[in-house]
């Protein structure tokens, strides 16, 4: 018995242990979602069609982002792309940066003692554009690091195609709405992207654009210096529901 345990312990130290954390995905939309992460969260069959649901358990270490792809399919030379959120003509997703526009969910999972709490840290981020509506909502858990209390949703479940500025609008090949790009990406403006003269806190302010963007989502960060709501860390939650169009 003492030669098993210690197998599974090595096996643990190895492989970095799994958590009991899950993360439920749930597709509310009237079509099918892709998803794709990075780095990789394990799932080898990313579509899941409207009304349909899947759960994936996390590691105990993570951090990355994930999102919702749209109208994926394969070609006559059986090359993969999304209007939406595509990579680089994968399935399941390799590069480290989806092509905008894209609604992205920010995640980091620590434990770093194994029989401590899970922490997970989440956030909303508008900052490459809106995709697909979505929300984030623990079950369990209590706020650590700055905040107390049950850990909050978050979410961003406003119709973009309703809001977003003309210039800003992406359409597919249909001539259809499909997402809204963010300032920064649509007109490479330092004041937009908050770098150059703009990096600092004092200079990366809200815009006209992302003052849109706030008020269509306020849970949501909506260029690079929002910091409201917090990035919030949740301890002990069993698990995450991620549900796409979720009004």
């Given at each position: ?151 909050p949703v978050v979410d961003c479940a406003k119709d973009f195609s309703n809001v977003c500025p003309p210039n800003l609008?992406?359409?597919g090949k249909d001539g259809r709405y499909v997402g809204c790009l963010s300032a920064c990406d649509a007109l490479k ?59």
């Open positions: 018995m003492a030669g098993e345990a210690l197998i599974i312990l090595l096996l643990l130290f190895i492989t970095g242990g799994q958590s009991t954390v899950t993360f439920n995905y749930e597709n509310r939309c009237t079509e099918s979602i892709w998803l794709g992460a990075t780095p990789s969260i394990g799932d080898s069959d990313p579509e899941f069609p409207s009304g349909t649901s899947k759960t994936l358990q996390m590691p105990d270490q993570w951090k990355g982002f994930i999102w919702g792809r749209t109208k994926c399919s394969l070609n006559a030379t059986n090359y993969f792309s999304c209007e939406t959120g595509d990579c680089g003509g994968n399935k399941i997703c390799q590069w480290p940066v989806p092509k905008s526009p894209v609604t992205i969910l920010n995640f980091t999972i620590n434990q770093p003692v194994q029989t401590n709490p899970l922490v997970v840290s989440y956030e909303l981020n508008l900052n490459h554009g809106h995709t697909v509506p979505v929300r984030i909502r623990p079950v369990g858990g209590s706020l650590v690091g700055g905040g107390t209390g049950p850990c609008v992406v359409k403006d330092p004041k937009h992207c908050c770098f150059g003269n703009f990096a600092s806190p004092q200079t990366c302010q809200p815009n006209e654009y992302s003052s849109i963007f706030k008020k269509a989502c306020g849970l949501a960060h909506t260029y690079p210096g929002d910091k409201q709501p917090p990035i919030y860390s949740c301890s002990g939650a069993t698990s995450f529901s991620i549900t796409f169009c979720p009004a």
